[in-house]
Structure formats: C-alpha cells, structure tokens
Nanobody, 112 residues
Framework: QVQLVESGGGSVQPGGSLRLSCAAS????????MGWYRQDPEKGREAVAI???????AYVESVKGRFTISRDINRNHLYLEMNDLKPEDTAVYYC??????WGQGTQVTVSS
C-alpha cells in the first residue's frame, strides 16, 4: 500500500513561485504514473500535470510554460515547480499515484 504526503503550499502574490513536494512511502515499487491535480469549489478537480514511469510528462494547457513536474530517481518524491503564479491557480493541490491513490492535499493561494 502506498501513502502520499504533500508539502510546500502557501500564499503568494501574482507572479510568484512555489514548489510542491510529495513524499511517497510504502510499496513504491507499484507506482507507475504520478501526477498533480487541483480542486477549487467552482471548477472541480482537474489534472494539472502527470509524469510516467519513463519520464514522459503532460500538462493542462493553462499551466504549460509555467509549471514543471519532476520526480527523483527512486520515484519516492514527486515535485511541482510553479512559476508566474496567477490568481486562477488558487486551489487545493493533490498528489496522485496510479490514478487512484491520493494525498491529503495542500492549499495554494495566489492573491495580491
């Protein structure tokens, strides 16, 4: 069984940066695809970025060029580097593994 714990959320002004981290523990050998999702009350949950076991990545259009997903070589940490943050990026961000394992979420607030 895999457990995921996110960290790194917070409040920033528009144009600022944050780096989210996700620590995976347990049977990490079962992890293939990982990703970051976000949810706010108005938009619901959406996939922000995913990374495959071979390092392939994909991003939602609204974050391309601003966000970068990465993971360490042992696949027990996942990261999301977020630059040029906008108010519409405000949401709870969740780490996900294999499409059905979720962390508890971390709040990101972008406001002046």
């Amino acid at each position: 069984q895999v457990q995921l714990v996110e960290s790194g959320g917070g409040s920033v002004q528009p144009g600022g940066s944050l780096r989210l981290s996700c620590a995976a523990s347990g049977d990490i050998s079962d992890i293939n695809i990982m990703g970051w999702y976000r949810q706010d009350p108005e938009k619901g949950r959406e996939a922000v970025a995913i990374i495959t076991s071979t390092g392939g990545t994909a991003y939602v259009e609204s974050v391309k060029g601003r966000f970068t997903i990465s993971r360490d070589i042992n696949r027990n940490h996942l990261y999301l580097e977020m630059n040029d943050l906008k108010p519409e990026d405000t949401a709870v961000y969740y780490c996900n593994a294999n499409g059905y394992i979720w962390g508890q979420g971390t709040q990101v607030t972008v406001s002046s």
